[in-house]
């Protein structure tokens, strides 16, 4: 018998799409018992401000064919079966492999990828025909067991003066969860490395001002009760939720655009997919000029170098990376100290 399927109608900027959901009514999310059909009519809905988050980059699909609360995996090569208007390109990897990646220029790809039960969507921090060159600084505030949203926002606050008094514009943006993402954009002359420098630098100079509330520690066992500043997600082929992306999570949150001035009043549990279609209609697309002035970080490298020259070195990679110049050893402390003992 012929399975359950619908089509819809997916306007972009070539015209109308049609795009075939299968299996409609498979409950993604069961806490609401909101479905992929559900899933795609928002991205319909939310199409042209997703695209312009999320578009003409790298993006990682992260796939849950059982639900939220089923097995899970990442898709990078694109999923077989793509339609003509789903494009690729080919991406590079620490590890110096080579292969393509699904790149997203009109809504009636993302809807496609709803079709693949995608529910989180990862783009890269560079642009697909430059993908070695970020065009964003990202800066994810990570709030660590003991601390929650609300710890996080006023090192977010103090994060943007940071950053400002180095010359960028700082974007926010909810996780889809408990913490925070500060975006800057950036020209896309620097290559991951540099980039990932500015950030640490950023990084260190928020928590000399926020000591007791913000930590750099990679360690979770030196983190304590504040918040993590995650420089490692500036790596290449380190990605998280896109804005407008749904969240694996029960009540289907959404990574949401905010005004600097909404930070302090928001209840990142109230940004779902439910909830953003209108938020979008009443208050328009917070992010939608972000890349109008992209800016130079010439002034954060620069604070790198002054804290390599005062002894503060190279901070550690994540442990699939190869080994790095520089890099301390990528040995726990305790453990490092039980070893010396």
Known sequence: MASNATVLTVPGPAGDREVRISSPERVLWPQ?????????????TVGDAF???????????????????????????????????????TVTYPSARAHPQMIIDEP?????????????????????????????????????PGTDFHDAVPAALELRKVLDEAGLTAWIKTSGN?????????????????VRHAVIAAARELERRMPEQVTTAWWKEERGERIF??????NRDRTIAGAYSPRALPHASVSTPLRWEELSETDPRTHT??????????????????????????????????????????????PDYPKMPGEPPRVQPSRARKQQA
């Open 178 to 194: 408990r913490g925070l993402h500060v975006y800057a954009p950036i020209e896309p002359e620097w290559a991951f490395l540099d």
């Open 32 to 44: 609401l018992g909101l479905t992929k059909l559900d899933l795609a009519h928002y991205l319909v």
């Open 51 to 89: 695209v312009r988050a999320n578009g003409d980059r790298p993006v990682s699909l992260q796939r849950f064919p059982e639900g939220v609360d089923g097995e899970q995996f990442f898709s990078k090569n694109p999923p077989k079966g793509a339609p003509a208007f789903v494009r690729a390109v």
């Open 273 to 318: 997919v439910r909830t953003i279609p209108e938020r979008l209609r009443a208050v328009g697309d917070p992010w939608e000029d972000m890349h109008a002035q992209p800016a130079r970080i010439d002034a954060l490298l620069a604070w790198w170098e002054r804290d390599l020259a005062a002894g503060l070195g190279e901070m550690p990679f994540p």
């Open 108 to 144: 009636a790809a993302a809807v496609w990828a709803a079709q693949m039960n995608t529910v989180v969507f990862h783009p890269w921090a560079s642009r697909a025909e430059r993908s070695d060159f970020p065009d964003q600084l990202r800066i994810d505030l990570d709030p660590q």
């Open 229 to 234: 500043v995650d420089f490692n997600q500036a």
